[in-house]
């Protein structure tokens, strides 16, 4: 049998436009390999911090993704993400910038959540700078027809001087846990409503379990919309018994 070349890789399902970002990344966060059951190839976009893609987003910008996404594909990965919930600014142009699938932000799955709810409840939205995510991220995404309550980080210390000031590299982990926690509960006691939150920051999967364990609502982020879209493009048999 004569099998079709043309890769320079292969087996890798999943590909990461990655921010330039150098502090602590546990298991669960997009830029930890060893949190996920498959190969990842990543690809950094030098030069673009978190603080320079919620500030100052521009065609030059998202350019240097549609570059990177191109060279993704070229290396053979089946599908395209990114380690920074606020690209799904660019999900239209770059997903029309190759041809395989791209899901640049965990928001993709809004619209969808809303659905799995009753029509008068919400999706929670936990977000790493609640200014900064805006209407248009919302319609890059068809979610700004949704119902969604937003909070966000900006008020947390350890959140803000790490992840959006990159300060410092070093990061306190349980801090930032106990940090993300309490705005979840927060979403959730002050919003009754709320029937499932989404987690826009992909520092945040890591605690989906603890944000799960205090407020008794489904989560959804990054690392589910992943592990979906990876099973999309690398199908497995099913194996199990059959009666005789």
Not at 48 to 57: C, Q
Not at 89 to 112: G, H, K, T
Not at 118 to 140: C, D, M, Y
């Amino acid at each position: 049998m004569l099998h079709q070349g043309g890769f320079n890789t292969y087996g890798i399902p999943i590909g990461v436009l990655g921010l330039e970002a150098y502090y602590a990344k546990p298991p669960g966060h997009i830029k930890n390999a060893s949190g996920f059951g498959f190969p990842i190839l990543y690809k950094s976009i030098k030069g673009v911090t978190v603080k320079k893609l919620l500030r100052e987003p521009s065609a030059a910008q998202l350019q240097l993704f549609i570059d990177a996404a191109r060279e993704l594909e070229a290396e053979g990965v089946r599908a395209i993400t990114g380690s920074c919930g606020f690209l799904a600014l660019y999900q239209r142009e770059l997903a029309d910038a190759v041809n395989i699938p791209v899901f640049m932000s965990s928001l993709l799955q809004v619209p969808l959540v809303h659905q799995m709810l009753r029509p008068q409840q919400k999706v929670g939205v936990i977000t790493a700078h609640k200014e900064s995510l805006t209407l248009a991220h919302l319609q890059a995404v068809r979610a700004d027809q949704t119902p969604v309550c937003i909070v966000g980080m900006d008020a947390q210390p350890e959140f803000v001087e790490v992840i959006i000031e990159g300060r410092r590299n070093t990061l306190d982990l349980q801090k930032l846990e106990d940090e993300v926690v309490a705005v979840a509960v927060a979403l959730a006691r002050d919003n009754p409503d709320v029937g499932a939150i989404v987690l826009e920051c992909t520092d945040m999967p890591p605690f989906a379990h603890r944000i799960q364990e205090e407020t008794g609502l489904a989560v959804f982020d990054l690392a589910t919309l992943t592990n979906m879209v990876a099973a999309t493009v690398n199908r497995q048999p099913y194996r199990g018994i059959m009666p005789r």
